[in-house]
């Protein structure tokens, strides 16, 4: 995702903060921060994307890329 550089270091912990969020790390080129999150499904992927990352005060742009099936996970099941 693009945050404005301002912006940065507040998104950035915003988004740790998150239950969903499973990383969230600091980038160069094309973007200055990723997040790699963990939703039930699509609804509640879209109501994390709308209701909790849109407003935050400085994202600009937002990419995301669904993995639809994993194989092979280390962690806690979701109720």
């Known amino acids: 995702m693009k945050v404005e550089p ?3 270091s507040a998104v950035g912990a915003a988004l740790a ?3 969903e ?3 969230v790390a600091a980038t160069t080129g094309p ?3 990723m ?3 963990t939703c039930r ?3 509640a992927l879209y109501r994390y ?3 909790r990352v849109a407003p935050l005060s400085g994202v600009r742009e937002l990419e995301t890329a669904p993995v639809i099936r994993t ?3 280390v962690g806690t099941l979701l109720p």
């Open 17 to 19: 903060g998150h239950a």
């Open 35 to 37: 997040a790699g999150v």
């Open 41 to 43: 499904d699509t609804r």
């Open 71 to 73: 194989v092979k996970r």
């Open 6 to 8: 301002r912006a940065l």
């Open 49 to 51: 994307l709308t209701e």
């Open 31 to 33: 973007t200055n921060l």
């Open 21 to 23: 969020a499973d990383v």
